[in-house]
């Protein structure tokens, strides 16, 4: 309300190029005014809840869809794209929490399956690790033992 104020004082009516785009500005900002829900709000719910809230978008999806194919309103087909926006928030809250508690889970066991440990490069899960590059033959450390690097005095 407070920007369409503005753009009352702002821009003059008698201009047809200000008042069409007072006109816009104005059916924007209703057309954006929707609900959009927010990850924090539906973090502390259980999973049930979340698969309600997800089904009640979907169901509204798909209301706004048919309204859609039979020419509706503009404001209800404007509504789609937070509807979609909602949904894809509501399934990255679950495959967080499902994902949590995974790691929860498998804390303390020695291996973690592959779609939980750290994806980084391949070249870098395939090379050593610092215990492996350290550890050396028998052989070698005979020869190390028994060789070992002759220093030399050298006069500047």
């Given amino acids: 309300i407070f920007s369409i104020l503005f753009l009352r004082w702002r821009f003059h009516y008698s201009n047809p190029r200000s008042s069409f785009f007072f006109f816009f500005i104005v059916f924007h900002t209703h057309t954006k005014m929707v609900h959009k829900v927010k990850a924090r709000t539906l973090r502390?719910?259980?999973?049930?809840?979340?698969?309600?809230?997800?089904?009640?978008?979907?169901?509204?999806?798909?209301?706004?869809?048919?309204?859609?194919?039979n020419g509706g309103n503009m404001s209800k087909i404007a509504k789609i794209k937070s509807v979609r926006k909602s949904i894809a928030v509501v399934n990255t809250v679950i495959s967080q929490t499902h994902r949590?508690?995974?790691?929860?889970?498998?804390?303390?066991?020695?291996?973690?399956?592959?779609d939980l440990r750290q994806k980084k490069t391949r070249a870098i899960r395939r090379r050593l690790t610092a215990h492996e590059s350290k550890v050396i033959t028998a052989r070698q450390s005979k020869k190390i033992k028994h060789f070992k690097n002759k220093v030399y005095a050298v006069k500047a």
């Fill in 44 to 69: 502390g719910k259980t999973k049930s809840e979340l698969v309600e809230e997800l089904n009640k978008f979907k169901k509204e999806l798909t209301s706004l869809r048919i309204e859609q194919a």
């Fill in 100 to 114: 949590d508690a995974l790691r929860k889970h498998y804390a303390k066991s020695k291996y973690l399956p592959l």
